[in-house]
Structures are given as C-alpha cells and as structure tokens.
C-alpha cells in the first residue's frame, strides 16, 4: 500500500522554526520530484517548494531565503526546514510524490 506521511508540524512563535518530515513508499519516491504545498485558512492550496531525484529545488517567493527542501533517498524521507516564521506562514502542509498525497500537517505562527 503507497503511503506519503507528514509529521514536525505544530505551534511556533513568529521568527521561530520548524521542520517538516514526509515519508513515502519506496515504490513511489524513486526517481521523482518531491512537493511540498501548503493550505492557509479560507486560501487555495498552492505550491512552497520542489525537489529533484537529484536534489535541484524550486521556492516560491513568499518563502525563498527562509525555507530549505531537501531529500534522504536512502530514508524515502523529503524534508521542509522552515526558518524565520511569519504569522502568513500558518496553514496545512501537504507532501506529494508522485500524485500521492498525505493527510497535511498543521503550522500555526503566532504573533
């Protein structure tokens, strides 16, 4: 059975961190990007970052210089290091591999 779970998230300070995990099945994280999206409250979900096989990332603007994708393919794990967190930050965040997704992780920043 394929399985994309999230988990790290939680309640933060504005300027604070967290950092998110994604584990997926093997038979879907080999050889394929990596996403992590976010939903705000009453907002679309939209895209934060992207990760490579190979490990090229791709940020979206709100989030560039403060947060960090990265991939341990030898664990089928993505990670999203999120730094200097903003109240605008606080949403659920989504994994994606392969066009599975997880159940999301809640990021709450309090001012």
């Known amino acids: 059975q394929v399985q994309v779970v999230e988990s790290g998230g939680g309640l933060v300070q504005a300027r604070g961190s967290l950092r998110l995990s994604c584990v997926a099945s093997?038979?879907?994280?080999?050889?394929?990007?990596a996403h992590w999206h976010r939903q705000a409250p009453g907002k679309q979900r939209a895209m934060v970052a992207t990760i490579s096989w190979g490990g090229s990332t791709n940020y979206e603007d709100p989030v560039k210089g403060r947060f960090t994708i990265s991939r341990d393919n030898a664990k089928n794990t993505v990670y999203l290091q999120m730094n200097s967190l903003q109240p605008e930050d606080t949403g659920v965040y989504y994994c994606?591999?392969?066009?599975?997704w997880g159940q999301g992780t809640q990021v709450t920043v309090s001012s």
């Open positions: 093997e038979s879907i994280f080999r050889f394929t990007t």
């Open positions: 994606g591999v392969r066009g599975h």
